[in-house]
């Protein structure tokens, strides 16, 4: 899906996607010529079928995990399903406690994945501890719908 | 594959993966059935997570040695197949989500070099249709049906399906050909008709074999004794001059 600005005839460019944790998904996209910036807001059913669909909105920006469709979309999935590589979640990036926390709300089903892909993206930005906070701006920037 | 339910699909699939995995041709096991899987029991797969390393999933594997994937792995005991979401208007994403799962088993998954990999479809054509379009060169189907014409009319469907989409029917196996009785060994009819034959001539395809019902076989493959099915019971005989003729077929020119 494209937006046009219409007065300039111009292609707008994804700016910034947000993600509350409801369903909901914004993304604004912003005029290249005139700065104008308009705003999609999708709810939960319509970021569910787009999210099925394999699109992510403003491009991808995490290498796509084995089974994660299935992973991230099944419900009721046995917790112990997968063993996770754990070499790569071993990185030097701690966790605080909170974010563990929170961590374990996650479905064992899917919690070994999303530990190493908030790891790998800690490491590539320089972060050392793994809090609420950096798990949201992780959210946000890898345009983790379900995470 | 078959467009009609209880034919026997499963069963015979994973029997053939395992007599193929006995001759010493590396043989998979991918189970399409994602609402009522039951290729991992069968195939006698213990229940253990499944190793995720280098960007893949490994395949659980059989007692016999057949690579499995299947959505039995993955649910949680008695659990219906059901996707996150919300609680409405779920038939609009559920599809997408269905059929995002065959490609991941088909691509996720480390199978490694496999002579053979038989994918167990469930009724109906709809997966079908998503695994046409996601392997586009498949060998071929091999369609199983039951001597009864309902049986028939549905698998007859099908098959028309896959004509259409230019994908070569390897043959037709009739399951449940008869019950074998235990006094006196001969093998009696349990359905009119003889469809297995019909389609097999309607289609131009071979039929590759008739297998007869045997309870002593279904027990076997319910608990995941598949080897013991193919070597010690009259079904089990039938197919193996399946596997035989099936090799035959796809090894002919």
Same mark, same amino acid.
């Given at each position: 899906?494209?937006?046009?600005?219409?007065?300039?005839?111009?292609?707008?460019?994804?700016?910034?996607?947000?993600?509350?944790?409801?369903?909901?998904?914004?993304?604004?996209?912003?005029?290249?010529?005139?700065?104008?910036?308009?705003?999609?807001?999708?709810?939960?059913?319509?970021?569910?079928?787009?999210?099925?669909?394999?699109?992510?909105?403003?491009?991808?920006?995490?290498?796509?995990?084995?089974?994660?469709?299935?992973?991230?979309?099944?419900?009721?999935?046995?917790?112990?399903?997968?063993?996770?590589?754990?070499?790569?979640?071993?990185?030097?990036?701690?966790?605080?406690?909170?974010?563990?926390?929170?961590?374990?709300?996650?479905?064992?089903?899917?919690?070994?994945?999303?530990?190493?892909?908030?790891?790998?993206?800690?490491?590539?930005?320089?972060?050392?501890?793994?809090?609420?906070?950096?798990?949201?701006?992780?959210?946000?920037?890898?345009?983790?719908?379900?995470? | 594959?078959?467009?009609?339910?209880?034919?026997?699909?499963?069963?015979?699939?994973?029997?053939?993966?395992?007599?193929?995995?006995?001759?010493?041709?590396?043989?998979?096991?991918?189970?399409?059935?994602?609402?009522?899987?039951?290729?991992?029991?069968?195939?006698?797969?213990?229940?253990?997570?499944?190793?995720?390393?280098?960007?893949?999933?490994?395949?659980?594997?059989?007692?016999?040695?057949?690579?499995?994937?299947?959505?039995?792995?993955?649910?949680?005991?008695?659990?219906?197949?059901?996707?996150?979401?919300?609680?409405?208007?779920?038939?609009?994403?559920?599809?997408?989500?269905?059929?995002?799962?065959?490609?991941?088993?088909?691509?996720?998954?480390?199978?490694?070099?496999?002579?053979?990999?038989?994918?167990?479809?469930?009724?109906?054509?709809?997966?079908?249709?998503? =695994?046409?379009?996601?392997?586009?060169?498949?060998?071929?189907?091999?369609?199983?049906?039951?001597?009864?014409?309902?049986?028939?009319?549905?698998?007859?469907?099908?098959?028309?399906?896959?004509?259409?989409?230019?994908?070569?029917?390897?043959?037709?196996?009739?399951?449940?050909?008869?019950?074998?009785?235990?006094?006196?060994?001969?093998?009696?009819? =349990?359905?009119?008709?003889?469809?297995?034959?019909?389609?097999?001539?309607?289609?131009?395809?071979?039929?590759?074999?008739?297998?007869?019902?045997?309870?002593?076989?279904?027990?076997?493959?319910?608990?995941?004794?598949?080897?013991?099915?193919?070597?010690?019971?009259?079904?089990?005989?039938?197919?193996?001059?399946?596997?035989?003729?099936?090799?035959?077929?796809?090894?002919?020119?």
């Amino acid at each position: 899906m494209k937006f046009l600005c219409v007065p300039c005839d111009e292609q707008m460019e994804f700016e910034e996607r947000s993600l509350p944790g409801d369903g909901t998904l914004a993304a604004v996209f912003r005029c290249p010529k005139c700065d104008h910036e308009t705003a999609m807001l999708t709810n939960p059913m319509e970021t569910r079928l787009v999210s099925s669909l394999g699109v992510s909105i403003g491009g991808r920006q995490v290498p796509e995990q084995p089974m994660e469709g299935v992973r991230g979309g099944l419900s009721g999935g046995r917790e112990d399903a997968f063993a996770d590589d754990p070499t790569s979640a071993a990185a030097p990036v701690r966790w605080s406690v909170e974010a563990i926390e929170r961590l374990d709300v996650v479905p064992r089903f899917v919690r070994g994945m999303v530990k190493r892909i908030y790891t790998d993206w800690a490491k590539e930005q320089g972060i050392g501890e793994i809090t609420p906070a950096v798990m949201d701006q992780a959210r946000t920037d890898l345009g983790l719908e379900e995470m | 594959m078959s467009g009609k339910g209880g034919v026997g699909k499963s069963m015979i699939s994973a029997a053939l993966a395992t007599a193929l995995q006995a001759d010493g041709d590396r043989a998979g096991l991918l189970d399409a059935d994602l609402h009522g899987p039951t290729a991992a029991r069968m195939c006698g797969v213990k229940p253990m997570p499944l190793a995720v390393a280098d960007g893949a999933v490994r395949p659980a594997t059989g007692v016999d040695g057949v690579a499995v994937m299947s959505m039995d792995l993955l649910l949680a005991e008695g659990a219906p197949l059901a996707w996150r979401g919300p609680e409405t208007d779920g038939f609009v994403w559920e599809a997408s989500e269905e059929r995002r799962a065959l490609r991941e088993f088909l691509s996720d998954v480390e199978w490694g070099p496999l002579g053979w990999l038989i994918i167990d479809l469930p009724p109906g054509t709809r997966r079908m249709l998503d =695994l046409f379009e996601l392997v586009p060169e498949l060998t071929g189907v091999v369609a199983v049906t039951l001597p009864a014409g309902a049986a028939r009319s549905s698998v007859d469907r099908a098959l028309g399906l896959a004509r259409q989409r230019g994908i070569p029917i390897l043959g037709i196996v009739e399951n449940m050909v008869g019950y074998r009785c235990p006094q006196c060994d001969d093998l009696r009819p =349990l359905f009119p008709g003889d469809g297995g034959r019909e389609l097999a001539d309607s289609h131009g395809a071979p039929l590759l074999g008739r297998i007869p019902f045997d309870p002593d076989a279904a027990q076997l493959a319910d608990g995941g004794s598949l080897a013991e099915l193919l070597e010690a019971t009259h079904c089990g005989q039938a197919l193996r001059a399946v596997v035989e003729s099936l090799k035959s077929e796809v090894e002919s020119p």
